[in-house]
């Protein structure tokens, strides 16, 4: 990505170069003007990702809002642990901040949802965010934990027949969370949960950063590499020679079907990178706040939250309708399943789509309202 | 001898022009195989198929001539609009058209092609005889559908990211006015009367009713499926009714104009995309993408009567009328 480009077409300001001083009060600006903030994380290719998709979302949006005399901007702010950027953003006029990615960053965007700013979390699955943890203005474009797992159980079970899992679990709230869920979704479709030894597939269930050794240690045990699950996009950010599992995931750079071919080879024109996860997210969340401004007139965070909650009919290049649930604002939406390819192609990436999971009956995957422990504050 | 062969010779003339009335008289319908690579020819009095034509890589948008003399197909893989010659039923030519052509229309008059140019987010204006682009308009994100007004005065495109029609006047060759619709429009059709455009939007299951003389939606039809998934739509020629080819539920919407309502479904086959209308109006065509089959409905009364055997994956429907 270009800077020269991004300041240009998106006014980008960023906070980590000023050390945060260049984050005030911006000067009056005509009504049209929208401000979405965004929180990068430390990790500057996770940073990469975010801003990557957030721009493109941006230029999708404007190429709507534009031609009815609105403008969506972005603001960016360096997260520094904590609530503290994402604050600082709705404090300097932010209508939307969109953050969660890297460690803790969803219990921050959490409490800028609390203080009343609508906040789109775009990196965060953590089931608690959507459970005792959810707040009103919280929005979850990321998939949970939950549906993840259940994606996970649809094509391992349901497809493939493979009934007895295994758990390797780290004791990381992340792992806790991703092994309950998976004892749920493996119950629920009539498998069950057994020794190693005994077990088709072997789910590691851990915190992001710790995804490489646990893959290695399975691999090293002898379990073959489509025999291994895991959720999110972490098991794609390894190393070629090291790719290896199932991993369930909200997007995949290879899908084709539903124009995500279109929004492929947009991304990687723009920025020639593969669009992740992460980056679908961040574009959907952008997307979304500018169809808000224009179809909604939204201009402050209850005419967007209501937007949001009227479940518009949203395009995320999935083939399906994508709409928040209501019960804990949860973005419905297709997962896919990536996992070795078949054909020994070096030019192509190792992990490959195998499966998409979940169009028929999208409230399948995650938490249904009857089992929600969310509970809106009026 | 010598009077044999005059016979002879007088027989295969009117044989000829038999065959030449009745080509008049029965429309030819063009289907693209989007994965056959082929496009089939159906004779419309009988419905059978009469031939498939070879025609290149990715055959999906569609039409005809007004005379029914030609026949366009964007090859998407090809990136090109192949030109088909109707009687010889072979490519006389292939108009460069931009990346992976996917839908265009041709002008009343026969002159010009209206070509969607997805990723470059335009419309090329190609003269219809020699292929040369003769302007290039700047439209809405990931342009697809595109239709002629009546009069030919109006082009609509639609623009599945950024959920608009692109309205475009063919004599200044510029887009004056864009149009909000439902969430990822595909396609649109004009009333005969140039007054009502109705436009098919696929991720909201909707069908919007745009009043053309202001630039503005009058209604919006919400199609009682669940995931309909509208794509094809055609009016009527009498512009009492339109038919619309949902994909996901996989029949067809009849809509009430007049009171602008949906009034019926009609099961078709599996994944119904593209949809075409005879010059009478009194059958349907719609091509069934999973199906690898051509419906052919009743209009009048509202039912399947044919299903036709087609290549792999039909995808658009046009008839020379």
């Known amino acids: 990505m270009s800077a020269t480009r991004i300041g240009r077409r998106t006014f980008l300001v960023s906070l980590a170069a000023a ?72 404090r300097a006029g932010a209508l939307a901040v969109v953050g969660g990615v890297g460690p803790g960053a969803g219990e921050g965007l959490r409490e800028v949802a609390a203080d009343g700013t609508v906040a789109l979390n775009v990196g965060a699955p953590d089931d608690r965010l959507r459970n005792e943890g959810c707040a009103r203005r919280a929005f979850h474009v990321m998939p949970s934990v939950s549906m993840y797992a259940d ?40 498998g069950s949960v057994v020794e190693p030894a005994a077990a088709d597939v072997l789910l590691l269930a851990v915190d992001e950063r710790a995804v490489e050794p646990a893959l290695a240690r399975a691999l090293a045990d002898g379990r073959a590499p489509d025999r291994i699950a895991g959720v999110g996009e972490a098991g794609l950010r ?49 997307k979304l706040v500018g169809e808000a401004v224009v179809r909604a007139n939204a201009s402050d965070g ?77 | 001898m010598a009077l044999s062969v005059k016979r002879l010779a007088l027989l295969s003339l009117a044989l000829l022009a038999a065959v030449a009335a009745r080509a008049a008289a029965e429309p030819l319908v063009y289907v693209s195989n989007e994965r056959g690579n082929t496009v089939t020819v159906i004779d419309g009095a009988t419905d059978k198929v009469v031939a498939t034509i070879p025609v290149g890589k990715r055959p999906r948008g569609i039409g005809t001539s007004p005379d029914g003399k030609t026949v366009y197909v964007a090859l998407g893989n090809d990136n090109v609009i192949a030109v088909v010659d109707a009687a010889s039923r072979t490519v006389k030519a292939r108009f460069p058209s931009g990346s992976d052509p996917e839908a265009f229309a041709v002008s009343p008059d026969g002159a010009r ?62 887009t004056v006015a864009t149009i909000l619709v439902g969430s990822r429009p595909r396609e649109s059709a004009f009333a005969p009367d140039g007054r009502r455009a109705f ?75 593209g949809v075409a209308i005879t010059g009478d109006g009194k059958k349907l065509y719609v091509a069934n993408g999973v199906s690898d089959s051509v419906s052919v409905i009743d209009t009048a009364a509202q039912k399947v009567v044919a299903t036709i055997p087609v290549d792999k994956m039909p995808w658009g429907i046009a008839i020379a009328k």
């Open chain 1, 238 to 286: 390894l190393a070629p020679d090291q790719a290896a599992g199932l991993w369930a995931l909200g997007w995949h750079h290879d899908l084709e079907r539903f124009s995500a071919r279109e929004l492929n080879s947009r991304f990687r024109r723009r920025f020639n990178a593969p669009l992740g996860e992460t980056s679908w997210a961040a574009w959907a969340a952008l």
């Open chain 2, 199 to 273: 436009v098919t939007a696929e991720i909201a299951g909707v069908i919007s009713v745009i009043d053309v003389a202001k630039n503005s939606v009058v209604a919006t039809l919400k199609l009682d499926r669940p995931a309909p998934k509208p794509k094809g739509v055609v009016v009527h020629p009498n512009g009492k009714w339109a038919y619309v080819a949902n994909g996901g539920s996989n029949d067809v919407a009849v809509i009430d104009v007049e009171a602008m309502r949906v009034t019926s479904f009609i099961p078709v086959g599996t994944r119904p995309w």
């Open chain 2, 113 to 174: 092609i209206y070509v969607s140019n997805e990723d470059a987010n335009t419309a090329s204006v190609l003269d219809a005889k020699t292929g040369k682009v003769l302007a290039t308009v700047p439209v809405g994100t990931e342009p697809e559908g595109v239709s002629v007004s009546p009069d030919g005065r109006l082009v609509y495109v639609t623009a599945e990211t950024t959920h608009t029609i692109s309205v475009i006047d063919t004599s200044a060759l510029k």
């Open chain 1, 19 to 90: 050390g945060g001083s260049a984050l005030r009060p911006r000067a009056a600006r005509a009504e049209d003007v929208f401000t979405v903030g965004l929180v990068l994380p430390a990790d500057p290719g996770r940073a990469t990702d975010l801003q990557r998709g957030a721009t493109l979302g941006l230029d999708d949006a404007n190429a709507l809002a534009t031609l009815f005399g609105k403008r969506l901007r972005l603001e960016t702010a360096a997260d520094r642990g904590g609530v503290a950027a994402g604050r600082a953003l709705a």
């Open chain 1, 151 to 190: 994606a996970l159980a649809q094509f391992l079970i349901e497809q493939r027949k493979l009934m007895r899992w295994a758990v390797a679990g780290d004791g990381s709230p992340r792992g806790v969370e991703t092994e309950s869920a998976a004892r749920r979704s493996v119950a629920r479709r009539g």
């Open chain 1, 302 to 378: 209850v005419a967007l939250a209501a937007f949001m909650e009227s479940a518009p009919p949203f395009d995320g290049h999935k083939g399906d309708a994508l709409t928040f649930r209501r019960w804990d604002h949860q973005l419905r939406q297709p997962l896919y399943v990536a996992g070795p390819r078949k054909r020994d192609d070096a030019s192509l990436a190792p992990l490959a789509v195998l499966a998409d999971v979940g169009g028929k009956n999208l409230d399948a995957l995650g938490t249904a309202m009857a089992d929600s422990r969310c509970r809106f504050a009026p």
